[in-house]
């Protein structure tokens, strides 16, 4: 029956699991004593002791009985209806109690025909288990001949040391027992370093020596059949009775013994998975999952998404090409556009040339025939060439006037035409105001004395240089003394000059005969001559206020009237005081080149 | 004696309605019908006063003008433009050539003899 199993590998015996036997035993034969209270075969209640050998017998944590044969016995209990009765102790107590007849049966007992004479097992094993020798993590023992010398931990009394002592023997090995009541201290004192190896059955190895910190070594040994032990002389047929069970139970695969064996090895003895490495194992597990779907997933939309981009860059691609050719064209139209720019202003430039050589051409042919038509008919009228009559003088006198309106018609279009073209150019030269204004009064004093009105002149003390074009600035005033004189029946014509701030301010007043609010809006408008019902009395073109507002804004100054209708009106404007800031208007007024001179400012031709 | 005024004009009417005016007032006029006439005669005439026109034919009053002040027997000779050239500049032109005076045309029969007779440096009568 005995047997030594040396270096075969860890995974072959936790396959086997519980199966052989083992046979020695050196049985202690206690004397009996004490009360014995003899184990009745009918009696509903049987005793059972209990020690500590899980998974095989075991009190659990909390204070019952439970293992492998405690649930078998159980079950039998319960078929049979008997009371079981649990007795704690270790296991030589045990054994001794059953000796003595206290309990009934004893469990994990191996059987030999030593233990056959003190008690009475029955034949059907429960199960078969294999003593190991377990030894601290990294001892180096890899057969029995390693064992030379160590101190081994064993628990007395058991077939396993029986058989153990033996096979040392046989191969000289010397060896230092320490006894112990029960592998839980056995396993503790080699933690400790009490014990070099202890011995124990492989159930309770698989289950504890991880916790202890201890690992099982290739040394093998004793396959023993475990049985319950009865007492010897007790009656009530014990060892049939559970033959009779286990015989039953044995053979349904799904009986409460295999539940039994189940739960009790494969569950527990099993190697077990640390709890982190089975919470890492399943994270991970859920973490491939995920990612295996998730990927699947992923990869759709990838494919997905990428057949979209395929389709959207196509697009793209398409529509750069389009607004390439777009642009493309956009260019062309462009620089042709551009090109017709270049032309036009060209054309516009040319154009432009053409149009002061018009101006001045114009100017030029037309006073020439006017020179004669002017100088001619004042020589007659002077009687340069000899006398006239005064029917001829009058009608001499209608010529010259129509030919005076034809030129200032001339001098006023050609006046405007360069304004409005930007070609007319100012002079802008400090200049002593008062003897200019008074220059242009004295022009037209003969015209109002010759109808009988009053020109009066107020010039303030202060007045000094003005600084604009001098001769624009004599055309304005003389045109709107003119117009005065023009207007004005009876009463008189007061023109007056004082100082505003930096500016000059002259207005001109007269007792005429005023001007409507409704027209007061359109009398600085080009080509408007007031239908006072009197046009054709009071001649004029209609452009002279408008060159004045134009001059007058070019030259810096504003312009402006007061009217009452049939008593008279203000016409005043400002002229730009020499004070100090030429350059300013000089970077004002785009025109300042050069001024020149005009009829209008020359009093001869009014 | 008679002031000498030289007027270089091309223009017919114009040449005729001046001397006419200058006549009668008094004055002995030559007349040149373009500007190189214009400049000899200056040169034998020896005038007064030089009434110019501006736009002549082969040389304008400009240029008329410029060349009389080159030549230093003539440099004090006023000069006086009769233009009916109208255009901003002008007048400055004018002036910048080495003319004294400019008179605008159409003419004005009753001051035109005052514009004249105040480039003259004095008067006999």
């Known amino acids: ?606 | 004696m008679k002031k000498k005024i030289l007027y270089i004009e091309d223009n017919e009417q114009n040449l005729y309605l001046v001397t006419f005016i200058l006549e009668k007032h008094g004055y002995q006029v030559f007349a040149a019908m373009d500007g190189q006439q214009g400049i000899d005669s200056a040169a034998t005439v020896n005038p007064d006063l030089i009434l110019l026109d501006i736009q002549l034919p082969l040389m304008d009053g400009y240029a008329v003008a410029r060349q009389l002040r080159t030549n230093p027997d003539l440099a004090d000779i006023p000069i006086v433009a009769v233009t009916s050239y109208a255009m901003a500049g002008d007048r400055e032109k004018a002036i910048a050539a080495g003319c004294n005076g400019y008179i605008e045309k159409p003419i004005n029969p009753d001051t035109f003899m005052q514009q004249v007779e105040q480039h003259l440096p004095c008067r006999e009568e």
């Open chain 1, 1 to 606: 029956m005995n047997s030594l199993i040396v270096n075969i590998q860890k995974k072959y015996f936790q396959n086997i699991a519980v199966a052989c036997y083992s046979a020695l035993f050196a049985l202690l034969t206690f004397s009996c004593f004490a009360e014995t209270r003899p184990a009745n075969a009918d009696a509903r209640t049987v005793s059972v002791g209990v020690y500590q050998n899980a998974p095989k017998v075991f009190t659990d944590e909390f204070g019952k009985p439970s293992g492998i044969f405690i649930e078998i016995i159980e079950h039998i209990a319960k078929i049979e209806g008997w009371n079981l009765r649990y007795v704690s102790g270790t296991w030589a107590e045990g054994l001794d109690r059953l000796v003595k007849g206290e309990i009934d049966l004893m469990p994990d007992v191996a059987y030999t025909s030593d233990r056959e004479k003190t008690y009475s097992f029955h034949k059907i094993p429960v199960m078969s288990v294999w003593s190991q020798v377990y030894a601290p993590r990294g001892s180096g023992i890899q057969s029995i001949l390693d064992l030379n010398g160590k101190r081994i931990a064993a628990m007395e009394n058991t077939i396993q040391l029986e058989t153990f002592t033996r096979l040392t023997n046989s191969f000289g090995l010397k060896i230092t027992l320490i006894p112990v009541p029960d592998y839980k201290t056995e396993f503790e004192m080699i933690a400790a370093g009490k014990a070099d190896a202890g011995l124990t059955n492989r159930l309770y190895g698989l289950m504890h020596a991880r916790k202890s910190g201890l690992e099982d070594t290739p040394v093998m040994f004793d396959p023993a059949p475990f049985f319950f032990a009865a007492a010897k002389n007790a009656s009530g047929q014990l060892p049939e009775i559970i033959d009779r069970h286990l015989s039953e139970l044995k053979k349904d695969p799904k009986s409460a013994y295999y539940a039994a064996m189940k739960r009790w090895t494969s569950e527990d003895v099993q190697f077990k998975i640390p709890a982190w490495l089975q919470i890492s194992g399943i994270v991970l597990g859920i973490a491939l999952f995920i990612s295996l779907v998730g990927g699947g997933v992923l990869k759709h939309q990838v494919n997905a998404r990428t057949r979209e981009l395929k389709l959207i860059n196509q697009e793209m691609e398409q529509r750069i090409d389009e607004r390439t050719l777009t642009l493309k064209e956009t260019n062309l139209k462009l620089h042709a556009a551009l090109e017709d720019l270049a032309v036009a202003k060209e054309r516009a430039e040319a154009a432009d040339q053409i149009k002061s050589a018009f101006l001045a051409t114009m100017s030029h042919e037309l006073r020439t025939p006017l020179n004669s038509i002017i100088g001619f008919t004042g020589i007659l009228i002077q009687q340069l060439g000899g006398p006239i009559n005064e029917e001829q003088s009058k009608q001499l006198g209608m010529v010259r006037n129509s030919a005076n309106h034809l030129l200032s018609l001339i001098s006023d279009i050609l006046d405007l035409s360069k304004i409005e073209a930007g070609q007319l150019s100012l002079i802008s030269e400090p200049f002593e105001l008062k003897k200019s204004i008074l220059r242009v009064v004295q022009s037209v004093r003969p015209l109002a004395e010759k109808k009988g009105l009053d020109l009066t002149l107020e010039v303030a003390d202060d007045i000094g240089t003005a600084c604009v074009d001098e001769r624009r600035m004599e055309q304005v005033l003389l045109n709107l003394l003119s117009n005065a004189v023009k207007f004005t029946e009876q009463g008189g014509i007061r023109v007056s000059c004082v100082c505003e701030e930096k500016n000059y301010l002259i207005c001109v007043t007269d007792t005429g005969i005023g001007i409507k609010d409704v027209d007061l809006e359109r009398l600085f408008m080009p080509f408007h001559q007031i239908d006072t019902g009197l046009s054709r009395k009071y001649e004029g073109t209609g452009l002279g206020l408008s060159i004045c507002k134009k001059l007058v804004e070019l030259m810096g100054g504003k312009v402006g009237v007061k009217s009452e209708y049939g008593k008279g009106s203000t016409f005043w404007f400002t002229v730009r005081g020499d004070i100090g800031d030429e350059h300013e208007y000089f970077q004002e007024s785009p025109m300042h080149q050069y001024g020149k001179q005009k009829n209008q400012s020359d009093p001869g031709s009014q």
